[in-house]
């Protein structure tokens, strides 16, 4: 599968719960399958994102084709608006 998505079952931040359910929600309404990635089932899982990303301080959400590193929360948004979310996901 292409598309992955990491995020986290375990945070008490309201912003990064809300910002996965609208990631989800985005990927579900265009019939892009994706891969969920769990952050929270160990550390390694979470370097393994951040060293993806590029970014230390990087925090769920976070999106990748394969390895490509996508992109977060904001940067899909803005993907949508600009309705350019398969080039975001490297898709086109």
């Known amino acids: 599968m292409g ?9 008490a931040s309201r912003t990064v719960k809300s910002q996965q ?3 989800m929600r985005i990927l579900d309404s265009k019939s892009i399958q994706y891969e969920l990635v ?3 089932v160990g550390r390694e899982v979470c370097d393994e994102m951040r060293s993806k990303a590029g970014n230390p301080t990087a925090v769920p959400p ?10 977060d929360y ?13 080039q975001f996901l490297k898709l086109a």
């Open 3 to 11: 598309i992955k998505l990491y995020y986290t079952t375990v945070t």
């Open 21 to 23: 359910a609208e990631v």
């Open 38 to 40: 769990d952050i929270s």
């Open 62 to 71: 976070q999106l990748f084709n394969e390895d490509q590193y996508c992109g």
């Open 74 to 86: 904001d940067m899909l948004s803005e993907a949508v608006e600009a309705d350019t979310v398969d």
